[in-house]
């Protein structure tokens, strides 16, 4: 997904380093099935790049064998034993979240991220969605709603009024899956009422 602030951040932060070196910094977002389908192809032109970086992607699921590109790769927000990988511990992040809402003694919401249609997943997010629910389900709870958010304001809009409607009674917590769904979730939560910090 493009456009969020983990991916603009990742690009602004990997921008100056590539351009000081000499390099361009070429963006091919995987949006859809057909644009999976060309990017698996030998010709495409993504492999003309010196290096491949691949973010938040697997590359055994998305190519079902080695990229067609035999320069360097580098993986981040993955992580896979061939590649050199950059990444954060999301199975650790996913148990530190479900501990602090379990501190909070509230019923608890879940927003999970709804992947792109005909997209790969992200393995960070499948991690990170292993490790809340594993947590909370080692001390007996489950989130009292769970609501798959898609990433675009229909998504949003879509996902607040289902919580508005399906709320537990009384104050609750939402745990979502990143910081960019949460905040993204902030202004559509407030437009059907729903209080944050009050409710």
């Known amino acids: 997904m493009i456009g969020t602030p983990f991916c603009e951040s990742l ?18 977002p995987l949006l859809g099935s057909q644009r999976v389908r060309r990017y698996r192809e030998p010709g495409a032109l993504t492999y003309r790049a010196d290096a491949l970086l691949i973010m938040s992607q ?19 927000d993955a992580q896979h034993p061939g590649y050199h990988s950059v990444s954060f511990d999301n199975l650790s992040a996913g148990r530190m979240a ?8 509230l019923p608890i919401v879940f927003l999970d991220g709804a992947d792109v249609p ?12 292993a490790g809340i629910l594993q ?41 979502a899956m990143t910081d960019d769904l949460a905040l993204s ?10 209080r944050l910090g009050e409710e």
């Open 11 to 28: 690009l602004t932060a990997l921008h100056a380093p590539l351009a000081d070196a000499g390099y361009d910094l070429a963006l091919f």
């Open 58 to 76: 697997d590359p055994d699921e998305l190519y079902g064998a080695a990229p067609p590109f035999r320069g360097s790769t580098v993986l981040v």
């Open 98 to 105: 479900a501990k602090y809402a379990l501190n909070r003694r």
């Open 118 to 129: 005909d997209a790969p997943g992200s393995p960070a997010f499948v991690a990170r969605c």
């Open 135 to 175: 947590t909370l389900g080692r001390h007996g709870i489950r989130p009292a709603l769970t609501v798959s958010v898609a990433p675009d304001n229909e998504g949003l809009r879509n996902a607040a009024r289902d919580i508005a409607m399906q709320r537990p009674t009384g104050p609750f917590l939402i745990v």
């Open 185 to 194: 979730m902030r202004q559509h939560l407030h437009d059907v009422n729903l």
